[in-house]
């Protein structure tokens, strides 16, 4: 068997655009899906795609961990985001490929089922574009919570803190204390919440005031308390502060993980198998983690191949917690993709599937072509202009 071409499908979702990757063989009808969506990058990683097709066209797709050496050794520099988030996609495409020739779900590759399901979490309204709720208004940012919780979830995550500098304004504190706690006592002590803080504080004494106030409510974990790549400054903080940290969305590489685990600086580590290496980097981490007495929280706020990516790993990975899940992004969902990430009781199935179970309509992608996104960091502000974290 042998790779032949690789091709794209980008799709629209306003704040990201959908990188679908297609990988084809000289066996008729079999191919595989990879997803490298990186958010206000498509052009760039469509052109890292194009640099790495020379290591992999004419390899055979089986060869996994060879055509992974290949994409990131020769490529000689370190591939970064834009790089990674390539490779990771061709890596996931290979799988798929496997499987499929095997006739089994990708989760059998993998080491088989640990779990009877995998638990997932939302963000507000399911993260739909135009359904935000800012956070001035606490009791119609409470009716939301309680609504995202209503369409089926026992977990979510929010957004409680401004963006910051090197100061915590008291106001500010007090608001989100008050916040946090009405959040608490709308949806009672059976719903996970959990908050992202995307790394505003500029310090870690920042991040250690507005985890203070939302420690009482105890949430699952605090999501990137301070900016990524610091294992120092985070496991310092996570020694003063009186609830579980995670971070790792923005980490690429098994070397950065094992930084996170040697000094035992969060609970829960976060790699997105979109960027840190597909399922060949996040099988490395996830053992990192293990070994680290770390749980596994993967991110992906992104589209359905993803999210199938996600839910195969979830199945097989010993040390899970919770994965994010993106489905109700946008209204045509399920016109455009067929996918196996079917909620009941908080919880996606075990898919029974070959490969992971994807397919994309590309007919009907066509009606959402690329568009440049919707960009909500430039929001990013203080009042005194000083650009913020976002």
């Known amino acids: 068997m042998k790779i032949t071409g690789i091709s794209t499908v980008v799709v629209n979702a306003i704040h990201r655009n959908w990188v679908f990757v297609k990988v084809q063989t000289d066996q008729p009808g079999l191919h595989g899906w990879g997803e490298a969506t990186l958010e206000w990058k498509t052009r760039a990683v469509l052109g890292a795609l194009e640099d790495l097709e020379q290591f992999v066209i004419g390899e055979d797709p089986r060869r996994i961990e060879h055509i992974f050496s290949k994409m990131t050794k020769f490529s000689f520099w370190p591939l970064g985001s834009i790089g990674m988030t390539a490779v990771s996609a061709i890596d996931q495409a290979l799988w798929d490929i496997k499987a499929k020739d095997l006739g089994a779900p990708v989760w059998q590759l993998l080491g088989g089922q640990v779990r009877d399901s995998v638990r997932v979490y939302t963000h507000m309204r399911r993260a739909r574009i135009g359904a935000q709720v800012g956070t001035a208004d606490i009791g119609a940012f409470c009716d939301a919570v309680q609504e995202t919780v209503e369409m089926g979830y026992n977990a979510v995550k929010l957004g409680f803190v401004p963006y910051s500098g090197y100061e915590a304004p008291l106001p500010d504190l007090l608001h989100v204390e008050k916040l946090a706690q009405a959040v608490r006592d709308r949806v009672g002590p059976d719903i996970a919440i959990m908050t992202d803080f995307h790394g505003r504080p500029a310090s870690p004494e920042v991040a250690k005031a507005y985890i203070d106030v ?107 917690v919770i994965q994010e899940e993106a489905v109700g992004l946008v209204p045509w969902f399920d016109e455009v993709f067929t996918h196996p990430m079917q909620l009941e009781n908080g919880n996606w199935r075990v898919p029974a599937g070959v490969g992971f179970g994807v397919e994309i309509n590309e007919q009907a992608a066509a009606r959402y072509p690329f568009k440049p996104e919707v960009v909500p960091a430039v929001d990013a502000i203080l009042p005194d202009g000083t650009i913020a974290n976002w």
């Not at 974990?221 to 301070?226: G, K, L, Q, Y």
């Not at 496991?235 to 040697?262: I, Q, S």
């Not at 929280?297 to 999210?307: E, L």
């Open 214 to 320: 939302i420690a009482p409510i105890s949430p699952l974990f605090v999501e990137e308390p301070i900016q990524p790549g610091n294992a120092v400054a985070m496991a310092a903080l996570a020694r003063r502060v009186d609830c579980p940290l995670a971070t790792g969305e923005r980490l690429f590489t098994p070397r950065e993980f094992a930084e996170l685990a040697e000094h035992r600086a969060v609970a829960h580590i976060q790699p997105d198998l979109s960027h840190c290496g597909g399922l060949t980097g996040g099988r490395k981490i996830a053992a990192i983690a293990e070994a680290g007495q770390m749980g596994i929280a993967p991110h992906n706020p992104m589209g359905p191949v993803a999210g199938a990516v996600a839910l195969h790993f979830d199945v097989a990975t010993p040390n899970f």
